[in-house]
């Protein structure tokens, strides 16, 4: 079925009411009626399976016939320092790193970012790529989207295992440091740009207890190096078997 967040307050008991951006997706792009089943997310974790009652151009009310836990939403929660990237390549980590599983986003400048600035259009065209990865895959929660933030000020800030996927390391791998770990959320994995990270910055990291690591013999792209880790880090702790 299909997938939609609505705000929390929209789900009152086993009632619903259906605010305009949402009826009209259903009115018009997917031709419901009344009777229509459809899947609402309150961005609590629990999903509502409800049934139309009706659906205008301006709201709609349904009715809520089952709610549960979502399956989607990982218990582990990993968050991604990405340093921004040109072009539509942050789009494609916000995307596919939502459909992963990672629970936050923060946008990095680092020393070799191309880009260096975010205008506000920007930041709300992510917010809607995350919604619409996180219906699509099932997830009960948006992952958060922080505000752009410099690298230095983000490595001072973080708390929890936090790790630094770095082409320069070769001995400390990713699978060496979670079994020697007490892992506890969150688990935060630091990205660099196209160019990588500049060696001074992999010190300051270091200083501030971020640990970098490998992910092998082979050059990972900065759009790459995140899913590849988030992903790595999730199957090593269960969460991409049967639950």
Known sequence: MHRFFVSEDS??????????????????????????????????????????????KDGGEAKVRESRPARGEPHTQVRLYQSI???????????????VGISAFYP??????????????????????LAEAAEQSGRGRLPLLSGPVLFTDACEGVEG???????GEGVTGLREVLHNSTVDDPI???????????EQEVDFA???GITPISLGPR???AETAGLVAATAVLYELGELGPQ
Do not use: C, H
């Open 11 to 56: 789900i009152q008991g086993d009632k619903v009411s259906l605010e305009p951006r949402v009826a009209r997706q259903l009115r018009d792009v997917l031709r419901a009626r009344q009777g229509t089943r459809v899947i609402l997310l309150d961005n609590t974790g629990y999903e509502y399976n409800v049934e139309l009652s009706w659906v205008g």
């Open 85 to 99: 990237l040109k072009g539509d390549k942050f789009e494609l980590v916000l995307q596919k790193g939502t459909e």
């Open 161 to 167: 295992l936090s790790l630094m996927p770095y082409e």
């Open 108 to 129: 990095v400048f680092s020393l070799r970012s191309v880009v260096t600035d975010v205008r506000p259009n920007k930041q709300e065209r992510w917010e809607r790529v």
């Open 219 to 221: 050059i990972l792209r």
């Open 188 to 198: 935060n994995l630091f990205i660099g740009p196209e160019g990588g990270f500049e």
């Open 206 to 208: 270091r200083s501030q």
